[in-house]
């Protein structure tokens, strides 16, 4: 029997095609998938909102921060969304049968805001804050499913490892979806 409402989350700081296992078998045992992304934005995520990102922010303001030589925001909560969308979408699954919203993990006193609360959190764990997310989420009272439990040498690959190979000029595009090769090359996303 399928869970009524499926949380998966992470990063997707370039959606590759770990992720992509990750949300179909999320997908395959929830009638309705919600896809959280956390570190939305510099005030929300894991990283420090340094003064050079404050002072960017304040002299751009149509522009947003990117950087890959510091991995916090290469990619915009807008950016991974089109991305997510895409890719799933490529891959069968109905636009009607999944959301994507924020998930700010780093201040989880206010994730309450952005997912439905009687959703079972779909987790994949690969290393110590895998474990530990899985905590914060139990402790907040949320039911929390297990997929699966790898090490990290299990990996497809990490957003780490395809976005160093963007910034080396290396081959990455067999490391992700053709939708999201197409929509980084559309929007001349390479730095």
């Known amino acids: 029997m399928k869970i009524k409402i499926g949380i998966a989350q992470g990063r997707f700081h370039i959606i590759h095609w ?13 009638e309705h998938l919600v896809i959280g992304v956390t570190d939305c934005d ?24 990117r950087s890959f ?3 916090i925001f290469p990619f915009t909560f807008y950016d991974r969304a089109q991305m997510i969308k895409r890719a799933i979408i490529d891959e069968g699954v109905n636009p009607s049968e999944f959301d994507i919203v924020p998930f ?8 309450k805001y ?6 079972v959190i779909l987790a994949t764990i690969y290393d110590e804050w895998g474990e530990r997310k899985i905590d914060i989420f139990k ?11 790898r090490g990290m ?6 957003g780490s490892e395809v976005r160093r190979r963007i910034k080396n000029g290396e081959n990455w595009k ?17 730095f």
Not at 21 to 29: F, M, Q, S, T
Not at 47 to 61: C, G, H, P, T
Not at 114 to 119: N, Q, S
């Open 42 to 65: 510099p005030e929300r995520a894991y990283f420090e909102y340094s003064e050079d990102i404050k002072n960017f922010d304040q002299n751009n303001l149509l522009k947003p921060y």
């Open 139 to 149: 402790k907040m009272g949320f039911n929390v499913q297990i997929l699966w439990r």
């Open 69 to 71: 030589d510091l991995p």
């Open 104 to 111: 700010p993990i780093h201040t989880p006193n206010i994730l």
């Open 18 to 30: 770990g992720h992509i296992e990750y949300l179909l078998k999320a997908k395959e045992v929830s």
């Open 153 to 158: 040498e299990t990996r497809f690959t990490t």
């Open 114 to 119: 952005y997912i439905p609360l009687d959703g």
């Open 174 to 190: 067999n490391l992700v979806p053709d939708s999201v090769h197409k929509y980084i090359s559309e929007k001349n996303i390479i």
